[in-house]
């Protein structure tokens, strides 16, 4: 077997990393606050229209508004925040040690607190320290994984407000190891009076251009921006908002990387971009054969043999669609999405894409202290040893790891 390398596992900072690479943006942020203490505006409901719903479904708090079994996941995900650095979720040499217990040879590492501060400076209205912030997590997980970085690599952060900077950083941090960068899973908002913009747009080519000469990986991560779903589905005659958090946390994400992938293909963007790669992550896997197939009729380029009978079929696309090749085509080439390894099984998708899916562990995250490779072993039989190197090191070839 070639390497193994997990896309997608987590650093636990502790809940002072930002003092330790600058006093000076800790101080303006004010005392650190816990992850349960910003959790509320992260995972609850805080769409204004739930002042407009019945008095029985008025919560007394934003955190009432998470479903029970998920607060429940996110005291245990509070309770593993680090304390210093040489708490094994977050000590570089105990994480080696962890991997290679597993078999595992490179991790990317995702940051988990990482929202704390960004939360803070929001409820402060310092939206202007947040680049500022993202940068600081750069440079922190950098410092944190000093003389691993062939085996550890930090996903760099960067600010999509601005492309230029965005550039900037991220060829900073390649120089030092990084080889992948975060982007949402929804519209970019540029000024928060204005619609948000597609990631398709060609204002942001210059960023893929760089992403492919720097040799990067854009990381789709879930919680890292995502679709909202209409809130009228709260309005359902109820006494509590456990319908609309359950939309909201079960269907919502597995929404938002259709709709991401779909324009990235119908708007040119892999035909533009032929040479970059995109990592979806954590969102699961069962959705991605109904959305090959679904854009493939959508353009008219389905194929079928139950269906080959003469008979004229009508597509959506029609003319609109003027690329190469069929979508699933490009998605099969540039995509790689990672299966929630605790969760699902990797069949049927496995035999359906079975380029597509790559490793992950989600490691050391509620969900992610499992052997995920063990997990992942017993389920992989006899298949063929390009679709194990595929699904275990793929990521790596197609960026030149």
Known sequence: MNKIIDVDAHVHEPVDWVAHVDQGLADALGPPATFLEISDSVFGIGNPAVRELPEQQQPDSRYETILPGFQRHLEMTDDRQAETLEDPFCNAAARIAHCDERGIDVQFLN??????????AARTKQYHLIPDIR???NTWAM?????YTNRLIPVTQIDLADIAG?????????????????IPESPVTVERSKPGKSLTHPDFDPLWAAAVDLGMAAFAHVGFGRERINFGWANNGGNNLDTYAFLSQVIAPQVAPQLLLAAMVFDGLFERFPKLTVVVEEVGITWLPHLLSVLDHGVGQASCEELNDGEFRPDFAGSA?????????????QVRVTPLVINEPLQPVLDKAPEMLCFSSDYPHVEG???A??????QMGSLPKATREAFYGGVGDMIGL
């Open 321 to 333: 669609y003027k690329l190469p090749l069929k979508p699933s085509e490009y998605l099969r080439r």
């Open 373 to 378: 490779v063990a997990i992942c072993e017993g």
């Open 369 to 371: 202290t499992a052997d």
């Open 143 to 147: 410092n944190l994984v000093e003389g």
């Open 166 to 182: 965005s550039i900037s950083e991220m060829t900073r941090m390649r120089k030092l190891g990084s080889r992948a960068f975060a």
């Open 135 to 137: 940068r600081c997590w």
């Open 111 to 120: 940051p988990s607190f990482l929202v704390g501060p960004i939360v803070q």
